[in-house]
């Protein structure tokens, strides 16, 4: 496939990009450090330094958009939030244009999107036909995916990835925490019964191939593994997965103090599973988390 992948040079487009190269694909990135991502793969991925670099003779079978930038990097100021939204729902609104004015538009396109659809709901137990609670995250979600799916009326296929926590030690958050943990200082937020929905990289890679490749895939799809676990849970398995104590604990008012509205990423999370991906075949490699950390750890299981 001749595929265009947006985020390509991010935590999870970094390591999809050499997958894709590995099955045969043509892959474009568009990415502001063209000639780095041209250097990184020795001119085997062509590279756009934005959007309106295509032209409509530009020709894909597949678009993959991860373009965003990170919600948990900075605090959630106006112009952070305006930021945030800007580079999902603006850009996406972008790219489905750009669709609708090429002479052949691609056949499918997966778009990023987030559990935080959801918003904080407590034990409830979530999958694709859940409603959700109303806050930022949903909003912002809500106008990204909505934003994905005008590509439908022009006959292109459309699969939402709602990611949840994506464990690699390379990114996300288990780079963040692997150091904290390592020196026995990591512990539970707030009260550790917030849910925390997760998904192994591996995993998480392997699911969009799997959704790229068959037609018969479209819609909303949960990203996460169907085995979700509490904060506290989280950080005991962590804890031990690398030898260590994980005694301290951070209150919740000290979060919220710190965070303002950002906290409820730490203090706030979704019980999400992954019905629709099960029940279209897809296999996880790493449902658990104790097996996903040794995976990603290079540890074996005892």
């Given at each position: 496939?001749r595929?265009?992948l947006t985020?390509g040079?991010?935590?999870?487009?970094?390591?999809?990009?050499?997958?894709?190269l590995?099955?045969?694909?043509?892959?474009?990135?568009v990415?502001?450090q063209?000639?780095?991502?041209?250097?990184r793969?020795?001119g085997?991925?062509?590279?756009?330094?934005?959007?309106a670099?295509?032209t409509?003779?530009d020709h894909?079978d597949?678009v993959?958009n991860?373009s965003?930038?990170?919600?948990?990097d900075?605090?959630?100021?106006h112009?952070?939030?305006?930021?945030?939204?800007?580079?999902?729902?603006?850009?996406t609104?972008e790219?489905v244009d750009?669709?609708r004015?090429?002479v052949?538009?691609p056949?499918v396109?997966?778009s990023g999107s987030?559990i935080g659809?959801?918003?904080?709901?407590?034990?409830?137990?979530?999958?694709?036909?859940?409603?959700?609670h109303?806050?930022?995250t949903?909003?912002?979600t809500r106008?990204w995916?909505k934003a994905a799916m005008?590509a439908?009326k022009?006959?292109?296929?459309?699969c939402?990835?709602?990611?949840?926590?994506v464990l690699?030690?390379?990114?996300?958050m288990l780079?963040?925490l692997?150091?904290?943990?390592g020196?026995?200082?990591?512990?539970?937020?707030g009260d550790g019964?917030q849910?925390m929905s997760?998904?192994s990289?591996?995993?998480?890679?392997?699911?969009?191939l799997?959704?790229l490749?068959?037609?018969?895939?479209?819609?909303?799809?949960?990203?996460?593994?169907p085995q979700?676990?509490t904060?506290?849970?989280f950080?005991?398995?962590?804890a031990?997965?690398?030898?260590r104590?994980?005694?301290l604990?951070?209150?919740?008012?000290v979060?919220?103090m710190l965070m303002?509205e950002?906290?409820?990423?730490?203090?706030?999370g979704q019980?999400?599973?992954p019905?629709?991906?099960?029940?279209?075949?897809f296999?996880?490699?790493?449902?658990?988390?104790?097996?996903?950390?040794?995976?990603?750890?290079?540890m074996?299981g005892?």
């Amino acid at each position: 496939m001749r595929i265009l992948l947006t985020g390509g040079t991010g935590f999870l487009g970094s390591h999809l990009t050499p997958l894709l190269l590995k099955e045969g694909h043509h892959v474009t990135i568009v990415t502001r450090q063209p000639m780095k991502v041209f250097t990184r793969y020795d001119g085997m991925v062509r590279a756009l330094r934005r959007l309106a670099d295509l032209t409509v003779n530009d020709h894909f079978d597949a678009v993959i958009n991860l373009s965003g930038e990170g919600i948990a990097d900075k605090p959630w100021t106006h112009p952070r939030k305006l930021a945030l939204y800007t580079s999902r729902v603006n850009f996406t609104e972008e790219l489905v244009d750009w669709m609708r004015r090429a002479v052949r538009p691609p056949k499918v396109l997966l778009s990023g999107s987030a559990i935080g659809w959801y918003g904080d709901q407590g034990d409830a137990l979530l999958d694709e036909d859940s409603a959700f609670h109303d806050e930022f995250t949903h909003h912002l979600t809500r106008d990204w995916e909505k934003a994905a799916m005008e590509a439908r009326k022009i006959g292109v296929r459309v699969c939402l990835l709602r990611t949840g926590v994506v464990l690699g030690r390379a990114g996300g958050m288990l780079r963040r925490l692997l150091p904290v943990f390592g020196l026995s200082l990591g512990g539970r937020m707030g009260d550790g019964r917030q849910w925390m929905s997760w998904i192994s990289l591996q995993d998480w890679l392997a699911a969009v191939l799997f959704l790229l490749a068959d037609d018969r895939h479209d819609g909303v799809f949960n990203l996460t593994s169907p085995q979700p676990v509490t904060n506290t849970d989280f950080t005991e398995q962590l804890a031990e997965a690398l030898g260590r104590k994980a005694f301290l604990h951070v209150p919740g008012s000290v979060l919220r103090m710190l965070m303002g509205e950002m906290s409820v990423l730490m203090l706030g999370g979704q019980r999400v599973l992954p019905s629709r991906l099960l029940n279209a075949g897809f296999r996880f490699r790493a449902p658990a988390l104790r097996k996903s950390l040794e995976l990603e750890l290079g540890m074996s299981g005892n």
